[in-house]
Nanobody, 124 residues
Framework: EVQLVESGGGLVQPGGSLRLSCAAS????????IGWFRQAPGKEREGVSC????????YYADSVKGRFTISSDNAKNTLYLQMNSLKPEDTAVYYC?????????????????WGKGTLVTVSS
């Protein structure tokens, strides 16, 4: 059974940093690419970042480029998202995802598995 369990969310002030983690089980990172989506209140889910070490591919949404960094520890089957210079508009529930459709890399409909999410609130 595939499981994705996020952690690390919380309340942070604008300009601050957080690191999200996702513990994956039931599959290996060689079989799927992995990443993060988010859903802000009243908005649709959007792809934030995805990574595939086996394919050498990385994706970042324009809104987070230069501020967020995705990384993975394949030996531990753990995914991370380092978020710096956080803005109030980064407030959202962040979901860990896994997919294998490289024709739609990090696309919403390409994701096969979703975690339950962790809430990130950026507010003073």
């Amino acid at each position: 059974e595939v499981q994705l369990v996020e952690s690390g969310g919380g309340l942070v002030q604008p300009g601050g940093s957080l690191r999200l983690s996702c513990a994956a089980s039931g599959f290996t990172f060689d079989d799927y690419y992995i990443g993060w989506f988010r859903q802000a209140p009243g908005k649709e889910r959007e792809g934030v970042s995805c990574i595939s070490k086996s394919e050498g591919r990385t994706y970042y949404a324009d809104s987070v480029k230069g501020r967020f960094t995705i990384s993975s520890d394949n030996a531990k089957n753990t995914l991370y998202l380092q978020m710096n210079s956080l803005k109030p508009e980064d407030t959202a529930v962040y979901y860990c995802v896994a997919g294998e459709d490289y024709t739609d890399f990090c696309g919403f409909y390409a994701m096969d598995y979703w975690g339950k999410g962790t809430l990130v609130t950026v507010s003073s």
